[in-house]
T-cell receptor
Framework: AQTVTQSQPEMSVQEAETVTLSCTYD???????LFWYKQPPSRQMILVIR??????QNATENRFSVNFQKAAKSFSLKISDSQLGDAAMYFC??????????????FGQGTELSVKP | GAVVSQHPSRVICKSGTSVKIECRSL??????MFWYRQFPKQSLMLMAT?????????EQGVEKDKFLINHASLTLSTLTVTSAHPEDSSFYIC??????????????FGEGSWLTVV
């Protein structure tokens, strides 16, 4: 069975600085999708970034980028130029198949990110 | 705007009663929807897969007689918490993906529903 592990329950970053959130996973599949979601106090799940395992290039979305290490089964999220609005709970997630039946996700434990002004 | 909508966003019910939460896909038809539960300061735990026109598939440890899931149409799945108890108080959230190739890449979440059982 697939598992997702986030070993940092809390992280803190100074505004405008860079922070990296860690995520490791375990799977026997060769092709899969990984996601980072942001959950602010409103509890709305907001997609931050998505990585397809067959793509070697790391995904990037503006200030957000990932370091995807497939062999090590690691999927860390880097937030550059941190802003106060980045403060939230961040979840790493693994999508399990079959792919023609929607997106079922397994989530990590979450990392609470605080941004200091 | 939201493409997956949940209702109600907050509900309070008395212990022993049942409460229904709706999850609607607004812009697409979804043969499959997913229900998650989230306790305070914890992660989302998958409860079940809602399948249009057939029985839901429950994750291990989830009581199917307590958490009734009905997916009667391609745009609506409902979660009914039966004989609710205070320990059922939680945040419930659904998700769905548009059909088609690569649909599993695009996952939309509802706004979530807070259930408080008193």
């Amino acid at each position: 069975a697939q598992t997702v592990t986030q070993s940092q329950p809390e992280m803190s970053v100074q505004e405008a600085e860079t922070v990296t959130l860690s995520c490791t996973y375990d799977t026997s599949e060769s092709d899969y999708y990984l996601f980072w979601y942001k959950q602010p106090p409103s509890r709305q799940m907001i997609l931050v970034i998505r990585q397809e395992a067959y793509k070697q290039q790391n995904a990037t979305e503006n200030r957000f980028s990932v370091n995807f290490q497939k062999a090590a089964k690691s999927f860390s999220l880097k937030i550059s130029d941190s802003q106060l609005g980045d403060a939230a709970m961040y979840f790493c997630a693994y999508r399990i198949g079959p792919y023609n039946q929607g997106g079922k996700l397994i989530f990590g434990q979450g990392t609470e990110l605080s941004v200091k002004p | 705007g939201a493409v997956v909508s949940q209702h109600p966003s907050r509900v309070i019910c008395k212990s022993g009663t049942s409460v229904k939460i709706e999850c609607r896909s607004l812009d697409f038809q979804a043969t499959t929807m997913f229900w998650y539960r989230q306790f305070p300061k914890q992660s989302l735990m998958l409860m079940a897969t809602s399948n249009e026109g057939s029985k839901a598939t429950y994750e291990q440890g989830v009581e199917k007689d307590k958490f009734l899931i009905n997916h009667a149409s391609l745009t609506l799945s409902t979660l009914t918490v039966t004989s609710a108890h205070p320990e059922d108080s939680s945040f419930y959230i659904c998700s769905a993906s548009p059909p088609g190739q690569g649909s599993g890449n695009t996952i939309y979440f509802g706004e979530g529903s807070w259930l408080t059982v008193v």
